[in-house]
């Protein structure tokens, strides 16, 4: 037995799995509209602290991260890597492509059906696939949780923009 046959999960596990990672997604989605509903490109723009992203970088970072996930699956990003690295981690808002708000979610938006389609054909032995240090499903993983940890951050800038919490 191969140190990758030993991580592979049967059949309904493997179900199970991409139904409750498939559900976080649509769930994400979901909050990320929320979340945005409302907010002006003006707002959006504003940093929280001085040298700190805004809403927009923010969104454009969600998109970026989506793109990680669907290559992370096999599957082709929605966006080219130019756009996302403009988005990624330690890059500066004057480096940003000139997308509104809106223009930001619809990226966001265009990768939720491609990611459901590579998540629902992904198998037990893709899934275990090594992808650097770790297997496809810890990396994506990681990755959605990392998505998920930034709705708490957009949820600050909803709230200083005068804002109520449209989730509850």
Do not use: C
């Amino acid at each position: 037995m191969s140190d990758t046959s030993a991580t592979l999960l049967d059949p309904a596990a493997v179900d199970a799995l991409k139904a409750t990672l498939g559900g976080m997604l649509t769930r994400n989605h979901r909050i990320v509209l929320q979340l945005t509903a409302g907010l002006s490109e003006e707002a959006a723009r504003e940093p929280l602290v001085a040298d700190g992203s805004s809403a927009r970088w923010l969104v454009g970072h969600l998109v970026g991260n989506r793109d990680s996930m669907l290559e992370t699956l096999g599957g082709e990003r929605v966006q080219d890597a130019a756009f996302d690295e403009a988005f990624g981690y330690g890059s500066k808002p004057e480096g940003e492509p000139e997308a509104t708000l809106a223009e930001l979610i619809a990226a966001y938006t265009a990768a939720e059906a491609p990611l459901a389609a590579a998540l629902a054909a992904s198998s037990a032995e893709d899934l275990a696939r090594p992808v650097g240090k770790a297997t496809v499903r810890q990396r994506f993983e990681f990755l959605l949780w990392h998505e998920t940890y930034h709705l708490g951050q957009l949820m600050l800038y909803r709230r200083a923009a005068g804002l109520d919490n449209p989730i509850g």
